[in-house]
T-cell receptor, first 112, second 112 residues
Framework: SQKIEQNSEALNIQEGKTATLTCNYT??????LQWYRQDPGRGPVFLLL?????KEKRKERLKVTFDTTLKQSLFHITASQPADSATYLC???????????FGTGTRLKVLA | DADVTQTPRNRITKTGKRIMLECSQT?????MYWYRQDPGLGLRLIYY???????NKGEISDGYSVSRQAQAKFSLSLESAIPNQTALYFC???????????FGPGTRLTVL
């Protein structure tokens, strides 16, 4: 069955460092991969999308990579700040179906 | 005003009761979704609708039903609530893949 894995353990990182979160998937060939941010008690908020034929995408301090051979996406936050503390979710979408499969999320805590 | 609203925000009910969760959106999107979120399990798709006449089951539709009353309104019903339906429920809309999904604030449902 289709499976998405994100590190379930929280990631603690010092302010100013680069945070790297991982999203691995199996039994799926997504056309698009998205990253969302979720704060406690709130709905997820869309951050970035990367297509299967793109290796890397950047937006301000965020960078996403997509390796379809490894079936993995990496999400980087550079110069991390305490305000970046949240849970980050990856989601896969297959070839314009507009159906999404979400990972369980990784909680990031940036320490001042 | 919020683009995607959900009512109620919190609900406590008893086993066997019928309950309806409502979602309204002002974004003008055709695609609407209902998810539930449980600790450790992430977001799971219950039902989705790509227009008023198109409703589809998601990953975990058993025990749930939906109604798409208009483009802007998508309701989720639990015909006979059971305790393992205790969860955080999110409604979402989408338009273009590039801008992701827009989530409501969530409804926290507790079934005793």
């Amino acid at each position: 069955s289709q499976k998405i894995e994100q590190n379930s353990e929280a990631l603690n990182i010092q302010e100013g460092k680069t945070a790297t979160l991982t999203c691995n998937y199996t039994n799926y060939s997504p056309a698009y991969l998205q990253w969302y941010r979720q704060d406690p008690g709130r709905g997820p908020v869309f951050l970035l999308l990367i297509r299967e034929n793109e290796k890397e995408k950047r937006k301000e301090r965020l960078k996403v990579t997509f390796d379809t051979t490894l079936k993995q996406s990496l999400f980087h936050i550079t110069a991390s700040q305490p305000a970046d503390s949240a849970t980050y979710l990856c989601a896969l979408e297959g070839s314009g179906t507009y159906k999404y499969i979400f990972g369980t999320g990784t909680r990031l805590k940036v320490l001042a | 005003d919020a683009d995607v609203t959900q009512t109620p925000r919190n609900r406590i009910t008893k086993t066997g009761k019928r309950i309806m969760l409502e979602c309204s959106q002002t974004k003008g999107h055709d695609r609407m979704y209902w998810y539930r979120q449980d600790p450790g399990l992430g977001l799971r798709l219950i039902y989705y609708s790509f227009d008023v006449k198109d409703i589809n089951k998601g990953e975990i539709s058993d025990g749930y039903s939906v109604s798409r009353q208009a483009q802007a309104k998508f309701s989720l019903s639990l015909e006979s609530a059971i305790p393992n339906q205790t969860a955080l429920y999110f409604c979402a809309t989408s338009d273009l893949l590039e801008v992701g999904q827009f989530f409501g604030p969530g409804t926290r449902l507790t079934v005793l």
